[in-house]
């Protein structure tokens, strides 16, 4: 069976930054052999994990076991304050799968390693408080859906738009939105940023 892949991206990587641990699972719905809820608008319409580069990346996890990520993470030798973008493809599958990335991103944390965060549109199906050494974002598609969230005990959530009309926070329905630096200035990259790590901003991607 293929296991799920820790990879280090490109030194040239303009998202997340050099130096940043990434792991990807295959992406599509579970029934089909991936780890994305059915309710993902993006599933089959545009996901940016099914095409391009990313995509390069998700084909050499079809097959895999999302419960063995976390073996990997806890196998893990990160650098002294390295970051982990957790998911840059697929989901948490269960709470199950969510509390096992955990303790393994607490094993990495041990080790020296950095903040560690995910997006997750299974955000309806998981419980937040699984999520005690990473920092869980839910992915929204709505400003009610991400107060829907915060209902459900998420601190903050990640929301698609169309576009950015602005570079400035905007406030819509009494909560506070900042877009995302990498895509509205330029050079900043997540490991610049961290607005993401802190799990206390609200933030907008627009549809890449």
């Known amino acids: 069976m293929t296991m799920p892949i820790v990879t280090w991206l490109k030194p040239n990587n303009s998202k997340v930054g050099k130096g940043v ?22 599933l089959g319409n545009g996901c940016y994990a099914q095409k391009g580069r990313v995509n390069i990346h998700v084909q050499k996890t ?3 076991n999302p419960m ?6 806890s196998e893990a030798e990160p650098k002294p304050g390295q970051m982990l973008r957790i998911h840059v493809s697929g989901d948490f599958v269960s709470n199950a799968h969510l509390k096992a990335v955990d303790q ?5 944390q041990a080790k020296g390693g950095g903040q560690a965060w995910a997006y997750t549109h299974n955000w309806r199906e998981l419980n937040p408080k699984n999520a ?3 920092t869980l ?10 107060k829907q969230a915060k209902r459900a005990g998420f601190n903050s ?3 698609a738009v169309p576009v950015h009309e602005t570079d400035r926070r905007w406030v819509a329905n009494g909560e506070a939105v900042v877009p995302c630096p990498n895509q509205t200035k330029d050079d ?10 802190t799990g206390k901003v609200n933030v907008a991607f627009a549809k890449h």
């Open 188 to 197: 900043i990259t997540c490991k610049d940023c961290k607005l993401c790590t």
């Open 21 to 42: 641990a990434t792991t990807y699972l295959p992406v599509g719905t579970v029934k089909d052999g991936g780890s994305c809820p059915k309710s993902c608008p993006f």
């Open 157 to 159: 959530f990640a929301i």
């Open 68 to 73: 063995d990520e976390a073996k990997l993470i």
């Open 62 to 64: 079809a097959g895999s």
């Open 104 to 108: 393994a991103v607490a094993k990495w």
């Open 137 to 146: 974002m839910a992915s929204v598609h709505s400003v009610n859906e991400g």
């Open 132 to 134: 005690k050494h990473l």
